[in-house]
């Protein structure tokens, strides 16, 4: 029994980290392929400009030739 919960205690630990820096404010680290999709989602709803103080774009130009189409998001107002 000892062992199936050290066992639970170790799979679930992501989880508990996750909630341990959502209790406290601070921030979670991320792997470059998590950061990238979260980056992604601000890159799907730019129109016009992208804003990288490192001048590092690489993100944004792979998910341009991933989507030449893409026009930003756009809302509209009846």
């Known amino acids: 029994m000892r062992a199936h919960n050290e066992r639970i205690n170790e799979l679930a630990k992501p989880i508990t980290d996750i909630v341990t820096h959502v209790d406290n404010g601070t921030a979670f680290p991320l792997a470059d392929g998590e950061m990238d999709f ?23 130009k792979r998910f341009m030739a991933d989507n030449p189409g893409h026009k930003g998001r756009r809302i509209k107002f009846n």
């Open 38 to 60: 979260h980056n992604s989602f601000q890159l799907r709803s730019s129109v016009r400009h992208i804003i990288c103080p490192l001048q590092v774009f690489a993100l944004a």
